[in-house]
């Protein structure tokens, strides 16, 4: 379990981090999603001791690291560069930790073999170098190099931002399941809100130095505890109280000073006994391959965008300048202070 304990991170005048109280459990994946300035590699840096807190205590188990140096932490980390040695081959730089260790070359050599085979890389290839390695199989050396020293948690600071957009989704899969096999608490850093929801066992939101939200990818994307996660995290629409209730023919509870989100996908789009109509004009569609973006301009013209998903057996789609109806469930129409 990692524990954070009134932490906070200055660069001079500057406060980083506020006063952050945030538990990770033992074998979880966990990510920190933000956008950048956020905070989220500040506190990751906090944790592998790369930054110093100005407050605060950070505990692993019932170890506090707070002051402790790097290479006693037991923490691995893979940055968002790799970090790789271009002098060394693949072999000397997975192996790099171990010869710090000063363990002796059979050993370095069976635990460097063991660990290639375990992330897809071919003992053919230890002998190359870095150079010659695809995008994906220099991250999986810079994974195998923070893995092979065994750590008790293992940092990885936005490790497939370099990559394109196909080999991000074969690795993301990859990645969970290395989590997995390893069994290993392993802390994520990302501003990509698809890959913290599709990775995560639980996320933490940050903001300005501000810890907004903790809980799990469907806690995170169905109850938005503030504003800002509302609107960071999904696909949202915000109008005003007045608005909303000029939109819909139902008999809800709302402060007409305040701003309304709403969050509409495809379980939204059908009837049900207790959802709320909202009938409109389809104005615009954006086509996704895997599912369909439509814009609703209602009575009022407001703009309400909603998701359909095709592969949905469900699915219902419609054409532009169709009359069309989406119906939302009361509890998520969400309501924040203008």
Do not use: W
Not at 249 to 276: E, F, G, K, L
């Amino acid at each position: 379990m990692i524990t954070f304990k009134g932490i906070e991170v200055k660069y001079g005048d500057f406060v980083a981090i506020k006063d952050l109280d945030l538990t990770i459990k033992e074998g979880e994946f966990f990510s920190f999603l933000g956008p950048s300035g956020s905070g989220k590699t500040t506190v990751l840096r906090a944790l592998t001791g790369l930054s110093r807190p100005s407050q605060g205590t950070i505990m692993v188990a019932d170890n506090d690291i707070t002051h402790k140096s790097i290479e006693k932490r037991q923490i691995g980390i893979v940055f968002q560069s790799y970090a790789l040695f271009p002098t060394m081959n693949v072999y000397e730089n997975i192996a790099y930790g171990l010869k710090v260790r000063k363990m002796s070359r059979q050993a370095i050599q069976k635990t460097v073999y063991e660990i290639v085979d375990k992330i897809d890389l071919s003992r053919e290839q230890l002998q190359k170098k870095v150079s010659e390695l695809s995008g994906g199989q220099q991250q999986r050396v810079a994974i195998a190099r923070a893995l092979v020293t065994k750590p008790k948690i293992l940092c990885l600071d936005e490790p497939l931002s370099n990559l394109d957009a196909k080999l991000r989704h074969k690795l993301r899969t990859e990645l969970k399941m290395l989590q997995r096999d390893f069994g290993i608490t392993t802390i994520y850093v990302t501003h990509d809100q698809e890959e913290a929801l599709t990775l995560s066992d639980r996320i933490a939101v940050f903001d300005e130095g501000n810890l907004q939200q903790v809980g799990t990818p469907r806690e995170i994307y169905q109850e938005p505890a503030t504003e800002f996660v509302a609107n960071f995290i999904g696909e949202v629409n915000k109008v005003s109280g007045n608005a909303f209730l000029s939109m819909v023919d139902a008999t809800i509870d709302i402060d007409t000073n305040r701003d309304v989100y709403m969050m509409i996908n495809d379980i939204d789009v059908q009837h049900s006994d207790n959802a709320i109509p909202i009938t409109g004009i389809i104005d615009d569609i954006e086509y996704f391959g895997f599912y369909i973006k439509y814009a609703l301009k209602t009575n009022n013209n407001e703009i309400i965008k909603f998701i359909t998903f095709l592969d949905a057996q469900r699915a219902i789609t419609f054409e532009r300048g169709a009359q069309a109806t989406v119906y939302i469930q009361p509890n998520r129409v969400k309501q924040y202070s203008v």
